[in-house]
């Protein structure tokens, strides 16, 4: 029948029209995509340089785990129109995936008048809450910025620098940041470690090295923290600055932590049967806290590698805040196994008193950049004291991390700090040196 062959007709064209629609549109935010933004772009620099942005919502993962996809996607839609309604007029707002929006405008004066003008811009978008789902959502953006063609010249060269100096921009948690070559090079460089990293651990090239912890009072050895190390087949020891923030990023870490404690266990399996009874203490990331088997997994290593009562469980204070419900659940299940738990870096995150006294743990670290000011700064001096206080009241022993000069020791004994770490007392050790020269 005719009408039958003109619904279907209407159908077709209905169907072929979306799918050009999203050929060049993102389906979330009805902005042009990676794919239009680069044939746009383009056009754009014909008509003469372009000053361009790359933007990322702050926390978007965490908030789209804890909230919902839908959530994420409504605050996305929200963003996108805002930032529309606030770029000079013919500018280009896209959204080329994930939480990343790119814009691009006439360049009419220097990168550092740019930088100047996404800070305002940004302030501007961030003014006032974002409203989803009838809940006020406080959105914080990082941003990277460049001039093209002055920095970069094609698609994939803009691309790859925005994106290099958003890394940076993040890592160092600056609002806006200009691109640099030097920003290029070191992404260039981050690469280069990924690709090496994935062949490590089936290589061997990664070391434990031990850093020993001792009583503040009486100088006995009270254990030791496991740090991992990199020997690269070339360059040598490789700063775990740089390639532990690699391993996190791409999820490696989770493979790698399991190797660490496998090593750890076997290591105090040995000590264990020369009648030794020092402590390892191991640190856990963030993503390997949220792997829905990591208990299981812990569980099953323990079985068959060694005694959970040897190993100390260290995990930073702001990890535990991300999910305190869960940290608290986990943190029970690993003390249930018999590992302590120690809170690491604490004072640096922002956990309430009420959450401190309900997490299950045996040991909090004063971080190390109050110890630096220990001896300088008056009101570091009695918010340790209060820390160090706090922490006796709920039965914690507390541990002073970076401990550098003899005046910090007198200090954090007088306050009644339990236990002491840091190159005064000894730097970190592979096992072979120190069991030689701490343990023997």
């Known amino acids: 029948r005719l009408t039958d062959e003109v619904d279907y007709a209407r159908d077709f064209i209905d169907k072929s029209e979306r799918l050009e629609f ?12 990676r794919t239009a933004f680069r044939d746009l772009l383009l056009s754009r620099l014909e008509g003469g340089p372009q000053t361009i942005a790359m933007i990322d919502i702050e926390r978007f ?5 804890t909230r919902g996809r839908r959530f ?20 280009l707002v896209a959204h080329p995936g994930d939480d990343a929006f790119v814009l691009a405008f006439a360049q009419t004066g220097t990168i550092d008048d740019a930088v100047g003008g996404i800070e305002a811009l940004l302030g501007r978008c961030t003014e006032r809450p974002f409203m989803i789902q009838g809940e006020q959502v406080h959105a914080r953006f990082h941003c990277s910025v460049l001039m093209a063609p002055l920095q970069a010249q094609t698609p994939d060269a803009i691309e790859h620098g925005l994106v290099a100096a958003l890394a940076e921009a993040q890592s160092l948690d600056h ?8 920003a290029r090079q070191r992404m260039a460089r981050r690469v280069d470690l990924e690709r090496d990293l994935r062949l490590a651990l089936e ?3 990664f070391e434990l090295y031990l850093q020993p912890k001792y009583g503040a009072v009486s100088r006995q050895l009270t254990g030791a923290e496991v740090l991992l190390r990199w020997r690269h087949p070339t360059q040598g020891l490789v700063s775990p600055a ?3 923030p690699v391993l996190e990023d791409t999820g490696m870490i989770v493979a790698v932590g399991a190797w660490v404690r496998q090593e750890s266990l076997r290591i105090t399996r040995r000590w264990q049967a020369r009648g030794l009874g020092t402590r390892l203490a191991v640190n856990i990331s963030a993503r390997e806290l949220r792997q829905v088997d990591f208990i299981g997994n812990y569980e099953a290593l323990l079985t068959t590698a060694g005694d959970g009562r040897a190993l100390e469980v260290e995990i930073t204070e702001s990890l535990l805040m991300d999910d305190i419900e869960r940290s608290i659940s986990v943190l029970q ?14 004072g640096t995150g922002y956990s309430s008193l009420s959450y401190l006294s309900r997490l299950p743990a045996d040991a909090l670290k004063i971080d190390q950049s109050f110890v630096d000011r220990l001896a300088t700064d008056t009101s570091t001096l009695a918010l340790v004291k209060n820390i160090i206080e706090l922490a006796h009241s709920l039965g914690l022993t507390v541990v002073a991390e970076g401990v550098e000069q003899e005046e910090q020791v007198r200090l954090l004994r007088l306050m009644g700090c339990d236990e002491l770490q840091g190159f005064l007392l000894g730097r970190p050790l592979p096992v072979d040196d120190f069991e030689r020269s701490v343990l023997a």
């Not at 609002?175 to 030097?182: H, K, M």
Request: include cysteine.
């Open 22 to 33: 999203l050929a060049y549109n993102n389906p979330t935010t009805s902005l042009p995509n």
């Open 61 to 65: 993962r965490y908030i789209n785990r």
């Open 72 to 91: 994420g996607d409504a605050l996305l839609r929200e963003v996108g129109s805002r930032l529309k309604s606030l770029v000079p007029k013919g500018a």
């Open 175 to 182: 609002p806006v940041l200009a691109f640099t070559e030097g």
């Open 203 to 205: 290589h061997n090239e």
């Open 242 to 244: 740089e390639f532990i």
């Open 333 to 346: 299940r690993l003390r249930a196994l018999g590992c302590r738990i120690a809170i690491d870096d604490f």
